[in-house]
Structure formats: structure tokens, C-alpha cells
């Protein structure tokens, strides 16, 4: 438990001073925000009592929650997001009674394929690591045991680590979900309204809008995704940011052989087989991103290399069609973990964004957090690795003293 506090302290208001003044509404937290992060912390937040508005640019989901995998992984977790991770995935087997919704959630594992004795080894020496800190959700899996979970695989492969709680989900129908239960829970919902300027009002931010619209509140989410940092530079936090282009192909309908999600020691690959049949294939292939024009733009010759995985691995769909591809913007941090916690610079102000793509697992959990900095002014929830601090240059205003902690290599 990392026990971090923020130096806020907020508290949600019964009657936000101002509004029986006749004044603009004023909220206790303003969310940027409307993918399946933002729609997770005003979900959160509003059911603890809190009043909310999330403001959206375009509409719920454009962009990385629209575009994503729903791939629900603890497999080959960085050891500094795994706590959170697992408590993630605890919510996600009660992800009904969150959101009235499975979200299309199947656990039926993840697995990493080792295609040589020695990427078996890289996997047992994980798995041996993670028991030796009391993690039991891994397994390494031999041949029988893998011929059976997927009885199309390639007789080259010699073994596979496991986590058998692991699985995927259907995007659309968490977004539809998250969505449904925000609003029904009395949170605003603002589209096709980007934000402009945030700025100090007393103890408040008054968050303004495109066309001069604006919201008053003690509290602001940032989870706007790519342009998180742009939003976060309007608070005086200049943390660095990259984007992401993940791309990813689906094929014709198959008949059923595959129920895990399938990823290759060593190589860029994620397979697996949705409820339709279709084959659902990416792995972190990069198209190419445009933050400005707000555009992604697939590279056939490096999906190509997708495609080239999954048949070394499963040759039976080497002549299967490809129906369709796509590319989403995300945002991508330099060591890969996302930014969850206060703002170094500006009290109340709270960051979820640079999930690097691997964030539609923790969507509940972060919204858990956040809901714990808005409503009771800390968490004792494992962040301690997430801070923003850590990414900011040495000398910015809020950047830690410390140097950068080393990375945790993962087996991607």
C-alpha cells in the first residue's frame, strides 16, 4: 500500500459555495476526458457522492478505448503496476455488479508461447521470481498441457507461461456499459467540447471550454488520453508524452479453435478469437500517429509481420482473409507505465493517462483511485511507481530529485 495523499485534502461538498449564489454549477470534480478512463472515475467518484461533468472533445470512446484489443492481462505485468493490476482483475470477474455488464468478459487465460528452450527459460525464470515475492497467478504450462488449450498450435513450440484468470472483453460493449452507468449515476456528460484553459478560481479550477463554456470545481481528472500532457501543461505540469499507433486486423469468421489469448515469447504478437468467430490479431505493431490531425495510419508491410506470427504459430489460418484494419492513438510514456496521482504542481488536479497500451485492464481500478483522491484526499491504493514526478525533467517545477527508477523488462 503506498498510502499517497494529495495536499488538497478534498472533500465532496454537500453544497458547492457559490451555486446558491446564483452562480455557474460547481462541481466537486470536473473529468477531461470521456474514454473508458474518464468514464471510470466519474463513475467511481459520482457513486461515492460526488457531482461530476466530464468534458469529451469528439465523443465517448474516439480514440484509444474505441480502438483498443480488450485485452484483460496480469501476464508479464511490469512488477511496479502488478499489485494494481491484480486488483484490477478481481474486478473484472465482478464486472457486472460495477456496471450491470460482463463487457463481453471471457477469462479463459492468457498465454505466452515459447518457441525455443531458451525463451522457456526467460519464462520460468519470471515465474520463479514471481513465487519467490508470494505471486501465484503465473504458471509455466508444458506440451501436453498446451496441445490441449490449443490444439491448433505448431508442434515447434516447447512450452508456455500462464495466467489462467487472464482473457479479454468487447470494448464496445464496456464503453456502452461505463457510459450507461456514469449517467445513470447523475454524472454530466459534455461531448463534442474541447477544453481550452484551466485555471485557479480561489480554491477552485474553472475548466473552460470550446465556444467559452466552463466548469467550476475543487477537483479535475485528466484522462484525456494522447493530449493528456497538453492538458496537463495548462496546469504548469510539463511531463513528456509520446504516441502510439497500435495496430491490429481482423479476419473472416472462423469456426471455433481457439479460446486464450495467445502472445509469442520474444515477438509482437496477440491472437485470439472473438464470440463472432472473427480472429482478432495485433501485438503492438506501429502504424503511424498524428496527434495534430488527430489521425492513425496503418503500414500493411508491418502488419505483415503480425500476420506472419500468427501463422508460424497457428498455420491452419494461413489462407484466412483479412476483413479489415485499424489504428488508434494512445499515449506512451518513456518507461511505459501510465501516470496515476496528483498533479506535482497544481493541488487537485489528478492524472490517468499514458497507459502505453496496456490500459483497458486497469480502467476499474484506476477509477477506484482516482474517485480516492477526489472524495477522501488520498489513496492507499500500490501507485507509489506511477507518480508523474518520475518522467519530469530534473529541475522542471515538480520533477523528482531522485533519478528514474531502472525499467523492468518485460517479455514483449
Not at 494529495?6 to 446558491?20: I, R
Not at 469528439?58 to 478505448?65: E, I, P
Not at 491452419?316 to 506512451?332: C, D, F, H, P, Q
Request: aromatic share 4%; glycine share 12%.
Amino acid at each position: 500500500m503506498s498510502g499517497i495523499s494529495n495536499n488538497l485534502g478534498s472533500k465532496v461538498s454537500n453544497k458547492a459555495s457559490g451555486e446558491a449564489a446564483g452562480a455557474r454549477p460547481v462541481y466537486d470534480a470536473v473529468v477531461i476526458g470521456g474514454g473508458l478512463h474518464g468514464l471510470s472515475a466519474a463513475l467511481h467518484i459520482a457513486r461515492g457522492g460526488g457531482r461530476v461533468v466530464v468534458v469529451e472533445k469528439h465523443w465517448v470512446g474516439r480514440h484509444a478505448s474505441g480502438a483498443t484489443a480488450a485485452g484483460v492481462r496480469t501476464l508479464n505485468r511490469d512488477r511496479r503496476e502488478l499489485d494494481l493490476s491484480l486488483e484490477a482483475m478481481d474486478m473484472w470477474h465482478a464486472m457486472e455488479s460495477l456496471v450491470g455488464d460482463d463487457c463481453g468478459f471471457h477469462a479463459n487465460g492468457q498465454i505466452c508461447v515459447a518457441e525455443s528452450p531458451a525463451a522457456l527459460e526467460k519464462l520460468q525464470g519470471r515465474v520463479n521470481g514471481l513465487r519467490a515475492d508470494g505471486y501465484t497467478h503465473e504458471e509455466i504450462i508444458d506440451t501436453d498441457e498446451l496441445r490441449r488449450l490449443l490444439p491448433d498450435l505448431s508442434h515447434h513450440c516447447v512450452g508456455a507461461s500462464i495466467a489462467r484468470r487472464d482473457g479479454a472483453a468487447d470494448p464496445h460493449r464496456a464503453l456502452r456499459a461505463f457510459r450507461r452507468s456514469a449517467l445513470q449515476a447523475g454524472v454530466e456528460l459534455i461531448e463534442h467540447c474541447g477544453v481550452t484553459a484551466i485555471e485557479r478560481q480561489g480554491q477552485d479550477w474553472r475548466v473552460v471550454g470550446e465556444g467559452g463554456r466552463a466548469w467550476i470545481a475543487p477537483a479535475v481528472v485528466n484522462a484525456a488520453g494522447a493530449w493528456s500532457a497538453r492538458i496537463a501543461a495548462l496546469v504548469g505540469d510539463d511531463i513528456p508524452l509520446a504516441t502510439k499507433s497500435s495496430m491490429m486486423m481482423v479476419s473472416e469468421r472462423l469456426r471455433p479453435f481457439i479460446k486464450p489469448v495467445v502472445a509469442i515469447m520474444g515477438r509482437s504478437l496477440s491472437f485470439k478469437q472473438s464470440d463472432q468467430g472473427t480472429l482478432v490479431i495485433g501485438g503492438g505493431l506501429q502504424g503511424i500517429p498524428d496527434l495534430d490531425k488527430e489521425t492513425s495510419t496503418a503500414r500493411m508491410k508491418v502488419l505483415a509481420k503480425g500476420a506472419h506470427a500468427a501463422t508460424d504459430l497457428f498455420p491452419s489460418v494461413s489462407n484466412i482473409r483479412i476483413v479489415r484494419v485499424w489504428a488508434g492513438l494512445e499515449a506512451k510514456t518513456e518507461d511505459l507505465l501510465p501516470v496515476v496521482g496528483p498533479s506535482p504542481n497544481a493541488p487537485g488536479v489528478f492524472h490517468a493517462f499514458g497507459f502505453s497500451g496496456h490500459g483497458f485492464e486497469l480502467v476499474p481500478v484506476v477509477g477506484a483511485t482516482l474517485a480516492d483522491f477526489v472524495l477522501r484526499g488520498g489513496t492507499r491504493r500500490p501507485i507509489q511507481n506511477l507518480t508523474a514526478e518520475r518522467l519530469m525533467a530534473p529541475g522542471t517545477p515538480g520533477a523528482a530529485p531522485a533519478a528514474k527508477p531502472p525499467v523492468d523488462p518485460t517479455v514483449f
